[in-house]
């Protein structure tokens, strides 16, 4: 999704672009646009004004105009009102999958040329020029018909740009490490249905075997995040239809009503994980490559799509060679503070809810009654669906690029 954004975003640009992806964008088994749904900030929102994206996404996009936090088995729970922040939604929630089509609908008619599906294979970094080998088809068409051979296409360019995802191969082949730790959770996606429907409140809920989140869906329902441990998640995969909503149930409790249906469930393993430095020579790392969070505050495509924002204006703006150092090291300037706080935020949330501890629930509890009475702390966290510091970029302020 990060990638895909950032071709785009360079699409009105005099630079040459190409765009390797290997899995085609329909495709099931296709990693980014999958059935997860993902909450855009108010930031990422006008970026994908500016990308021409929104208007193909605001039919199935359901706006949070509420948050409720709560902490199972306590009193304390803080909500937040959009309005009251002055602000009409906290963020949209949208399948990924229709981020997905709108995205390669804008791409194909763009001049950006697609690779797709082309695995990069082999990648050597020098000082001046980086070289791509990439592997290409068979292609198969609907028939199941083979139409084309396996090719292997070499590709050259002043400038790599990992999106490729938290296992990064650019990111290796450009020594760079990553500090990585594992939450040993993974996180429990389905969307689930109530007796009734929403009225735009998401649900923050740490429960003792892990955070878990409601935003709502633009049909009336909610798509449920759910933290858990290996094991336990490994067994609510396999629960029948009814058991795994009475679980959810007991967990989640009835603010949202008694749920009736769920959809179909998946699980992805939660780890943090940082590159060590944002770029190097010739490359650079936007989005998960660059960091992968855990999906608590719903917050990594967004940090990765400022990424992606800020990276383009910076290359629009660099000249004849945008792989020169110097453009490189703005953007990690650039980027720094806004990586700190959402990756500073996340992690502390995890930590702190997953504490179980008698004190530090006790404190929390009380935390959570004061954060309801205390507007700035409010306003403070509203803020997150916009950035949390650096230089905010054109295209999330709703400007052109040129
Ligand atoms: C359960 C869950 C819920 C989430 N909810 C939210 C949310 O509400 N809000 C939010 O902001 N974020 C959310 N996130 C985070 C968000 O999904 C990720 O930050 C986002 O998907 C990162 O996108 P990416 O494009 O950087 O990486 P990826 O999605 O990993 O995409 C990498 C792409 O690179 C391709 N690729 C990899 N290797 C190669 C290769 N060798 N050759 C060619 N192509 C290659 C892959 O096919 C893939 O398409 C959530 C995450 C999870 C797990």
Redesign the pocket.
């Known amino acids: 999704?990060?990638?895909a954004s950032f071709a785009l975003a360079l699409a009105e640009t005099p630079l040459r672009v190409a765009l390797?992806?290997?899995?085609a964008p329909g495709s099931q088994s296709?990693?980014?646009f999958d059935e997860?749904?993902?909450?855009l900030g108010n930031a990422s929102r006008r970026i994908f004004h500016a990308l021409g994206i929104w208007d193909r996404i605001a039919h199935e996009a359901a706006a949070i105009r509420a948050i409720h936090v709560s902490d199972a088995g306590r009193f304390g729970f803080a909500r937040l009102d959009a309005r009251e922040q002055g602000v009409e939604a906290f963020g949209y929630v949208v399948p990924n999958r229709v981020i997905g089509s709108a995205l390669w609908e804008r791409l194909a008619a763009s001049g950006v040329a697609l690779r797709v599906p082309?695995?990069?294979e082999g990648i050597e970094i020098g000082a001046d020029r980086v070289d791509i080998t990439l592997r290409r088809g068979p292609q198969t068409a609907p028939s199941g018909a083979a139409q084309s051979a396996i090719s292997v296409e070499h590709v050259s360019a002043r400038l790599v740009v990992a999106?490729?995802?938290?296992e990064s191969?650019v990111r290796k082949a450009a020594g760079i490490d990553a500090q990585v730790r594992d939450y040993d959770q993974v996180?429990l996606?389905a969307n689930v249905a109530a007796d009734r429907p929403h009225d735009g409140t998401a649900f923050e809920r740490f429960t003792p075997s892990g955070p878990m989140a409601a935003l709502p869906l633009h049909d009336g329902s909610y798509t449920v995040?759910w933290a858990r441990s290996t094991s336990q998640a490994q067994k609510a995969l396999q629960l029948d239809e009814r058991t795994f909503l009475s679980e959810l149930q007991r967990h989640f409790g009835w603010r949202a009503g008694r749920f009736v249906r769920a959809g179909r469930r998946a699980a992805?393993p939660l780890q943090l994980s940082r590159a060590t430095a944002l770029a190097s020579s010739r490359a650079v790392l936007i989005?998960?490559?660059a960091q992968?969070?855990h999906?608590v505050a719903?917050?990594?495509?967004?940090l990765?799509l400022r990424d992606a924002a800020v990276l383009a204006e910076i290359l629009a703006g660099a000249g004849e060679d945008p792989g020169a150092p110097d453009a490189l090291r703005r953007f990690a300037e650039q980027r720094a503070a806004d990586r700190r706080g959402v990756v500073g935020f996340t992690d502390g949330l995890v930590r702190l809810f997953g504490d179980s501890r008698g004190p530090v629930r006790a404190a929390r509890n009380l935390g959570l009654l004061l954060f309801d009475l205390m507007p700035p702390a409010k306003s403070a966290l509203a803020r997150i669906s916009i950035g949390f510091g650096g230089q905010t970029p054109r295209l999330a302020r709703g400007l052109p690029l040129l």
């Not at 390797?20 to 899995?23: H, I, R």
């Not at 997860?36 to 909450?39: L, Q, S, V, W």
């Not at 999106?163 to 938290?166: E, I, L, S």
């Not at 719903?298 to 967004?302: C, D, T």
């Open positions: 999704m990060v990638g390797v992806e290997s899995v296709q990693p980014s997860r749904t993902t909450a082309a695995n990069l999106a490729d995802g938290a191969r996180a996606v995040v992805y989005g998960n490559a992968a969070l999906p719903g917050q990594g495509f967004n990765g």
